[in-house]
């Protein structure tokens, strides 16, 4: 990986973070429990419950996914950021970008 790609995946993964940040405190918000005695009907009531849920699973996906850019960019700076562990040979940016924990190239993971 050339240090112009690696400055890309890092500047990438540091604006992926900034909006992850605000995402989750979002959504962290919206996962807020819903009072009992709040004064709205049954049908909303459930809606607002199912709401919650779907919710929930949005956050836990954004949580997992900031771990990895995290851990991501404590590795950027390695000399073997970006190699696969099994073959050696460069991964894609494309991957490293979507997929910012991968260790192995599409063909190594493939196997």
């Known amino acids: 990986m050339t240090p112009t790609e690696r400055k890309q995946v890092k500047t990438y993964l540091l604006n992926s973070r900034k ?5 989750i405190g979002e ?3 919206l996962t807020q ?5 709040c004064a709205i009907g049954r049908v909303s009531r ?4 199912n709401n919650k849920s779907v919710n929930e699973a949005a956050l ?3 949580e997992d996914k900031l771990k990895n ?16 562990i099994s ?3 460069p991964i894609a940016i494309q991957r ?6 991968s260790s192995k190239c599409v063909r190594c993971a493939g196997r």
């Open 19 to 23: 909006k992850l940040d605000i995402r």
């Open 27 to 29: 959504l962290k918000e």
């Open 69 to 84: 850019i995290n851990i991501a960019l404590e590795r950027i700076d390695d000399e073997a950021f970006g190699l696969c």
């Open 46 to 49: 459930m809606d607002a419950i």
């Open 33 to 37: 429990p819903i009072e009992p005695d």
């Open 60 to 62: 836990r996906t954004a």
């Open 96 to 101: 490293l970008v979507i997929m910012p924990e």
């Open 87 to 89: 073959c050696g040979e």
